[in-house]
């Protein structure tokens, strides 16, 4: 099995450049099938996630090709509408394709979507809204057949109980060619919504308050393919800082956005590094030693993001002090802890509270990754363990970032692939 072999204790040192976001390419993908003709987005990161997100678009009959980060979407020739069930198991964020199919085609078959097991992860949301916008939804066995109602889906206000990413991506794309005007309530305001929302505005739509709790969408007849750089990666841009400080070590990032992170970097402030942002950049020195945090509480955008959570955990293991974990967004997001626990980590969990003792030392072991970020929360933990660290099921790690290891060994860590 393949696994990532960690040598920890190196302090971390340079220079490093973010990825394309995975978030957001994941629904510009999806976005492209809009459009009928070439689109060319850069910065899109080659992940497990995005090549799957391409398997998706061939089958519904798109070419695709990559050049270097570069890739490259024909939507002219879609001829299919269903996702097979393999594929909408590969991934959660399949479903987010659903809005773009049912506009293009009318009609879509899909089915209820897999991913990283952190939650029950119900699609409720996005089912209602686009009920609402005249799709009708039949489901048996985790089969859904959907069909727009008349020629076009119309636009209508929907108020989203809860500030989904998905949902307001999947009511996007349905409402961007729609009859009429669409208003999302409650819309999700993370950075990635707004960079769909400008790609759609680049290839003709008319979206008002992308990046807002209010956001307007005035339907247009068609949509135009366009070249689009992908925004950089937050959670990976936290990644790397996370890495570097737990380390003690020091680190410019380039090609980043602070003003993403404004929830995190006071928080690695919090924990004695030196931070300094500028408009493209994050320099972060840390000491030789991590203190505590006040308690982190995941919440939606501008909040603490819960894909931070199992990362900035790994820092809490080894801080003095204690620091608390409210997870309030997936019920089921603490499972990297029991394999930090097996690195020397002292973590209490009660319900969405973890509560973490820093110690001393972590200490290598064998351990598996449970999901995407709890596994790269075991690998930023396995950089200060003491001795030898082997991750297995790097696939999870996979979804989300490129090359994990080679970013960290050009930092100076001692870290490989077997
Ligand atoms: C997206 C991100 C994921 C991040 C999450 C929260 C992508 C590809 N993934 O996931 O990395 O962790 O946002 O920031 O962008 N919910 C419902 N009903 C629904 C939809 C969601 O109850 O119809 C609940 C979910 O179970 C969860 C919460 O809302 O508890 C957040 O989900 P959502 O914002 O939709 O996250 P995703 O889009 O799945």
Known sequence: ??????????????????????????????????????????????????????????????????????????????CRNEISKCLMNKMRSSIIFLGAILARCGEATVYFPGGCDIGSRPIDLHIASLKKMGVEISESCGELRCRVSGSRIHGAEIFLSFPSVGATENILLAAATARGETVINNAAIEP???????????????????????????????????????????????????????????????????????????????????????????????????????????????????????????????????????????ENRFRHVPELRRLGASIKIEGRVAVVEGVKMLRGASVYATDLRGGASLLVAALAAAGKTEIFKVCYIDRGYEKIEQQFSKLGASVFRV
């Open 1 to 78: 099995m393949e696994k990532i072999v960690v040598d920890g204790g190196r302090k971390l040192e340079g220079e490093a450049h973010v990825q394309g976001s995975k978030n957001a390419s994941l629904p510009i993908i999806g976005a492209t099938i809009l459009t009928g003709g070439e689109n060319v987005l850069h910065m899109c990161p080659i992940l497990k996630d995005t090549i799957t997100a391409c398997e998706i678009l061939n089958l519904l009959g798109c070419k695709t090709v990559w050049q270097g980060k570069t890739l490259i979407i024909d939507s002219g020739g879609v």
């Open 192 to 330: 990635e919504i707004k960079d769909l929302c400008d790609y759609l505005n680049k290839c003709g739509a008319k979206i008002f308050g992308g990046g807002t709790q209010v956001i307007r969408i005035k339907g247009v007849e068609k949509l135009t393919p366009c070249e689009y750089n992908i925004m950089p990666d937050r959670i990976v841009a936290a990644t790397l800082l996370c890495g570097v400080a737990v380390t003690g070590g020091e680190v410019l990032l380039n090609s980043v956005r602070p003003s993403h992170l404004s929830s995190v970097l006071p928080v690695l402030a919090d924990m004695g590094c030196v931070v300094r942002a500028c408009e493209n950049t994050i320099f972060l020195k840390a000491k030789n030693f991590l203190i505590s945090s006040s308690p982190i509480r995941t919440m939606p955008y501008p909040g603490f993001p819960t894909d931070l959570q199992p990362i900035m955990m790994a820092l809490a293991c080894v801080s003095r002090g204690t620091t608390i974990f409210v997870e309030t967004i997936f």
